[in-house]
T-cell receptor
Framework: AQTVTQSQPEMSVQEAETVTLSCTYD???????LFWYKQPPSRQMILVIR????KQQNATENRFSVNFQKAAKSFSLKISDSQLGDTAMYFC???????????WGAGTKLIIKP | DAGVIQSPRHEVTEMGQEVTLRCKPI?????LFWYRQTMMRGLELLIY????????DSGMPEDRFSAKMPNASFSTLKIQPSEPRDSAVYFC??????????FGSGTQLSVL
């Protein structure tokens, strides 16, 4: 069975610091996608970043980047120069083209302190 | 594009009442999903439509729940009769190529 594990229920850092959220997954598929979604207190689920498994280059979106380690089945999210607006739940998710379902992690609550 | 639009944003109702949640997906997206989110169970997929056809409703909790997608721009999730344990945030999401899900702002349902 495919699973996604986020081992950090909650983290907090000072504003402007860098923080890394961890995510590991288990699959026998070779072609798949990985996602990080953010859910701020407004509750809207927002796509932060997406990685295709066949791409070796780590995806980046402004202050957000990933460290994708395919062999280790690890997909961590790094937030640089953290801002108060980054306070949110962060969910890691996994999906394959042949299956519409996304498998979701339990989430990490990130608090950015002023 | 306005994104995925859900209504209402909040719904408070009494046990036994019918509840209808509405969703307008992003134009051009062929897939639509209804999710339920609770603290205890996290994000659960209720039903998945592709090209307006329900493909997988195995996540629908029981017969009290039903969903329709009469056309490509509208879907409803109905609970009849509602129960307190149905209280949750219900999300609608539509999907573009490459698996990206775009979520609506959700409906916070409280059944008293």
């Amino acid at each position: 069975a495919q699973t996604v594990t986020q081992s950090q229920p909650e983290m907090s850092v000072q504003e402007a610091e860098t923080v890394t959220l961890s995510c590991t997954y288990d699959t026998s598929e070779n072609n798949y996608y990985l996602f990080w979604y953010k859910q701020p207190p407004s509750r809207q689920m927002i796509l932060v970043i997406r990685q295709e498994a066949y791409k070796q280059q780590n995806a980046t979106e402004n202050r957000f980047s990933v460290n994708f380690q395919k062999a280790a089945k690890s997909f961590s999210l790094k937030i640089s120069d953290s801002q108060l607006g980054d306070t949110a739940m962060y969910f890691c998710a996994f999906g394959v083209d042949s299956n519409y379902q996304l498998i979701w992690g339990a989430g990490t609550k990130l608090i950015i302190k002023p | 594009d306005a994104g995925v639009i859900q209504s209402p944003r909040h719904e408070v109702t009494e046990m036994g009442q019918e509840v209808t949640l509405r969703c307008k997906p992003i134009s051009g997206h062929n897939s639509l999903f209804w999710y339920r989110q609770t603290m205890m169970r996290g994000l659960e997929l209720l039903i998945y439509f592709n090209n307006n056809v329900p493909i997988d409703d195995s996540g629908m909790p029981e017969d009290r729940f039903s969903a329709k997608m009469p056309n490509a721009s509208f879907s409803t999730l109905k609970i009849q009769p509602s129960e307190p344990r149905d209280s949750a945030v219900y999300f609608c999401a539509s999907q573009s190529g490459g698996g990206k899900l775009f979520f609506g702002s959700g409906t916070q349902l409280s059944v008293l």
